[in-house]
């Protein structure tokens, strides 16, 4: 009863002790939070966007006559401008099959006009259309919203046309009904989802389906049509695919159809919204993506539009001698030939081409920008009209406000990032103490002091800052930022009271250098030397560009000095220094294997080859995995003698899901081929199928069987051997009874073997949701994880710096690795459609979550490995707990550095060339990634993964 009683109380003990670090992780995480959306408030602005509306007074400002009565505008999502002009000598699936643009420009040069149309950046079909309607330029922050679009809420020329009674009808891409529902013609609106880019037909069909019924009635005006196949399948196959021809061959056909339809009275434009690049992705800057397509063409015989010349059609250097325009041109060029007020905002200048005489449109133009410009406070009086009015000194004068606006359209708000930076910095100093005293926290219940004070300090700050809102009412800050400035503070005070009640200063800067030295050795000094080597990388661009390079030279030095320590360390036995070795040499070469994946950002140019495709070879390669990686995850677990009980269960069911794995992109592959000529709906059953099953049964399935299942032991009962014989002392007298020796098979790793199979679950997500080469990449990371855990257990590095350092390391390397770099256009969208056809809340956004993350997700659910591989069960499980925590807390300390020195340097280079190409993707994707870490960390790592297999093992093992 006494030992029941102890048990009893060990474990309330634990568990309070466990919730007491869950709760104060998490309130380091919300101040972290806070911090990045303050510092993301005041870098990441949107634009002012005014909200006057541009009218025509018929005494003052008459609009000019129309010139056209009718017009059919199509969007070709993604028509890069090399698609439509001839190529010579090409044998790319994308050149020389959508003729019939160039061939009407050159054959009818007064009727058609093709340009090439410059696209500004970021290319997202969201900001596209905001630009190609609102004649305004799009801002950085905007992009973030192209899976949600608002209502645009300023002048556009679809407003325009509403507001003088013009019909218009639409279909195609629904981004153009989140937009502009309300000025649609509901009889004629037909949007279609225009988000799974693994479907390449529905959206086209949709928009030939009704634009040619349509096209036959005559109470319309307008006809907006938005095709998406060429843009989904540069997503799903790239662009150089035979679907692409298959598609622009259809394009072709379609745009020849509705030609020979249209009556004499009718304008058709033809433009993309943006390009692409080799990968088939956009949304960054790089040549491919902004050039795109401008045709227009009429036959209209009073409408004459005025060529500027043979050489725009030049085909040499793929179009670099063709005419080009800006996008923002398009407004006050359609604006001013549908005979309606150009829109308030726009900054485009009348496309020339589309105008025989263009004094009188040049005029207009400017009138209106100086309008807008005398209407904004940042843009009053910066620049002169001219004084006088020839096309020059417009075109002038327009070219000067759209640089202007370029560089002043999104103020910094230095307040806002200021308090983000230093909200980041009292983070770290927290999470550094409190880390650093976890001795002192399981003696004194600091935790719930923490707890105590940082809940009383928020409540008086949300208090006090909503008071001071109602008094003063601030003008520049809401009631959101005040309230949240107020929490902030609140918090900082909370966590400051009791390390200042308990701590000294000295005793706090004490803690900071010992935190970077734990005890004073060589893995500590490099451990140091990577935080500070990682956080140099963002004071320059060209550094930034080649993360992914320095990343693998930090793995591959750590990997170069254990072999070097195994080999020269005397205290480690012949047999332990040959497997030692051959750890740390499995460890060096799979991080060489997997830096040779690797997906190349523009910038890099020609210093970098792509690697990262789909092709014949990379799916073998997923079957070699699927086979060989339970081998060696199931040879780890024999070396701890730990494959027992659920151990086969999970490695051999990970073996079978990896292999319909490797069976869903097998037919990913044959489909894409389209070489057996099956139906595509075959193969798209066949792969939803897998890919439900696999996911279902890897994080529901599994995660809850490890959660109620057993552990990797097994009891092996064995006699011991005979005695030698003996001669009995008297006749009557029996042999000694051999009584059987119990003993625990795994007892030594009963911890670490059992919570490697929760990251095994998770890992096979990962796997699902990645493609080929990214697979093969993260299997790799899971053998660098137990070879260095391996190598940790051997050198005796559980509690140094280094070992969580490297893992955060390896989170990184494997996140370039498996197809990503720190680009909007490397984001993998289109795996959010391998379970669902359409989106679906939560299951489309977890695709691309895992997809994005999944390296990070994997290191963190392993990083209690450190202290949990290879050690037996502990009569002080709070111990074992407590060094988790500080390894835990070691690894958001890391990212937290990370993040501040990507803060400050963003901040720092606002100004810069490449500080929306470079330094604000990798600001962001620091933001997101602190805020994973610390949800993984805590609710999966500590909450569901470390406390269920203390729990269980203190249980059944206690004493």
């Known amino acids: 009863m006494q030992v029941e009683a102890r048990t009893r109380i060990r474990q309330q003990k634990l568990r309070i002790t466990f919730f007491g670090y869950i709760f104060v992780l998490i309130f380091f995480a919300i101040l972290q939070v806070i911090s990045i959306v303050f510092f993301k408030q005041g870098f990441l602005l949107s634009r002012d966007v005014s909200s006057t509306i541009s009218y025509c007074n018929d005494t003052i400002d008459p609009c000019i006559q129309p ?118 013609n509901p009889k004629y609106n037909f949007p279609y989802p225009s988000l799974n880019v693994w479907d390449i037909d529905t959206v086209d069909n949709g928009v030939l389906e009704h634009i040619y019924p349509i096209m036959e009635q005559n109470d319309w005006d307008m006809i907006i049509g938005h095709f998406l196949g060429v843009d989904h399948i540069g997503h799903r196959y790239g662009p150089n695919h035979h679907s692409m021809k298959d598609k622009l061959n259809q394009m072709n056909d379609e745009i020849s159809k509705i030609i020979d339809k249209m009556d004499d009275k009718t304008l058709l434009v033809v433009i993309g919204d943006h390009g692409m690049d080799y990968t088939g992705n956009h949304g960054g800057d790089s040549k491919d993506e902004l050039e795109t397509t ?80 005398q209407s904004s406070p940042i843009l009053k009086d910066t620049l002169g009209m001219p004084e006088t009015f020839t096309i020059e000194s417009s075109k002038s004068y327009q070219y000067q406000s759209l640089e202007h606006c370029k560089t002043l359209w999104a103020r910094f708000d230095m307040k806002f990032i200021v308090l983000g930076v230093i909200l980041l910095f009292f983070s770290f100093v927290f999470i550094l103490a409190y880390s650093r005293s976890i001795p002192s926290v399981r003696v004194s219940t ?36 005040c309230i949240g400035s107020g929490v902030a503070i609140g918090m900082v005070i909370g966590f400051w009271a009791p390390i200042m009640d308990r701590f000294s200063i000295l005793w706090l800067l004490h803690q900071i250098v010992d935190f970077f030295v734990y005890s004073f050795n060589t893995w500590s000094f490099m451990g140091l030397a990577f935080i500070v080597l990682h956080c140099l990388i963002f004071a320059s661009n060209s550094y930034v560009i080649w993360e992914d390079k320095m990343i ?60 990262f495709e789909t092709t014949w070879w990379s799916i073998v390669l997923l079957h070699v995995v699927s086979f060989l990686l339970p081998l060696m995850i199931k040879s780890f677990f024999k070396l701890s003698n730990s494959f027992h009980s659920a151990g086969p269960l999970w490695i051999n069911g990970m073996k079978f899901l990896l292999m319909l794995n490797a069976f869903y992109w097998t037919f990913e592959y044959v489909d894409n081929l389209n070489y057996f000529q099956i139906p595509s709906t075959v193969f798209k059953s066949f792969k939803l199928s897998i890919a439900r099953i696999v996911l279902v049964i890897s994080l529901i399935l599994a995660n809850y069987s490890w959660s109620r299942g057993p552990l990797c032991v097994k009891i092996d009962l064995s006699r011991p051997a005979p005695p030698e014989q003996t001669i009995p002392a008297s006749p009557d007298e029996d042999a000694p009874e051999l009584k059987p020796k119990a003993t625990i098979l795994g007892y030594g790793n009963i911890y670490g073997s059992s919570y490697f199979l929760l990251v095994i679950n998770f890992s096979i997500a990962v796997m699902l949701v990645s493609k080929p080469l990214g697979a093969v990449a993260i299997a790799g990371l899971l053998i660098q994880i137990l070879s260095f855990l391996e190598i940790i257990d051997l050198l005796n590095l559980r509690r140094n710096l280094v070992s969580p ?64 591989w290879k050690i037996p069960p502990t009569n002080k499980p709070i111990t074992a707990l407590s060094q988790i925590i500080t390894v ?61 297999v203390l729990t269980q093992v203190n249980r059944i093992f206690g004493k």
């Not at 700050?461 to 520049?476: D, E, K, W």
């Open 67 to 184: 010139t056209i009565e009718k017009t059919i505008f199509l969007v070709i999502d993604a028509l890069r401008f090399d698609f439509v002009i001839p190529v010579e000598g090409s044998d790319k699936h994308y050149h020389n099959n959508f003729p019939i643009l160039y061939d009407l420009a050159q054959t009818n040069p007064k009727k058609s006009t093709l340009l090439k149309f410059i696209a500004d950046p970021p290319t997202t079909t969201l900001q596209r259309l905001k630009g190609l309607t609102t004649g305004s330029l799009p801002t950085f922050i905007d992009a973030g919203s192209n899976f949600d679009g608002d209502e645009i809420d300023e002048d556009n020329w679809l407003l325009q046309l509403y507001n003088h009674n013009k019909s218009i009808a639409f279909m195609g891409d629904d981004t153009w009904e989140a937009l502009f529902k309300k000025y649609i």
């Open 294 to 373: 401008f045709f227009a063409y009429t036959k209209n015989k009073k409408f004459n539009m005025s060529p500027k010349g043979k050489e725009k059609y030049d085909i040499s250097n793929l179009g670099s001698n063709y005419r080009s325009v800006n996008q923002v041109d398009l407004v006050p060029t359609l604006s001013l030939l549908l005979g309606i007020p150009i829109p308030h905002n726009n900054l485009g200048f009348p496309i020339d081409e589309m105008f025989k005489d263009l004094k009188i449109p040049s005029v207009k133009t400017i009138e209106q920008i100086n309008r807008f410009r």
């Open 446 to 481: 600091m935790s719930f002091e923490f707890i105590g004070s940082v809940i009383a300090m928020s409540l008086l700050g949300i208090v006090l800052s909503f008071s001071v809102y109602i008094v003063l009412m601030p003008q520049n800050l809401t009631l959101k930022n």
């Open 552 to 611: 693998h030279f930090f793995i591959m030095t750590f990997g170069v000095g254990t072999f070097v320590s195994i080999l020269k360390n005397p205290t480690i036995s012949t047999n332990e220094k040959i497997l030692g070795l051959n750890h740390s040499f499995t460890f060096l070469f799979v991080s060489r294997l997997v830096s040779m994946i690797n997906l190349c950002r523009e910038e890099q140019g020609g210093l970098c080859k792509p690697t």
């Open 805 to 868: 350092i490297i893992f955060g390391l390896l989170g990184y390397q494997h996140f370039f690795s498996s197809g990503h770099q720190a680009t909007i256009p490397s984001i993998h969208w289109d795996v959010g459609f391998m379970t669902t056809e359409n989106i679906i809340f939560p299951i489309t956004h977890l695709n691309i979550f895992l997809n994005t993350f999944g390296s990070f997700i994997i290191i963190c659910l392993s990083l209690p490995l450190i202290t949990l």
């Open 888 to 948: 835990i807390t070691s690894l958001i300390t890391y990212q937290t550095l990370i993040s501040l020195s990507s803060f400050i340097f963003t901040a720092h280079f606002r100004r810069h060339l490449m500080v929306w190409k470079i330094f604000a993707p990798r600001f962001m994707l620091n933001g997101l990634l602190l805020v994973v870490i610390n949800v993984i960390l805590i609710f999966l790592s500590l909450w569901f993964g470390t406390g269920k």
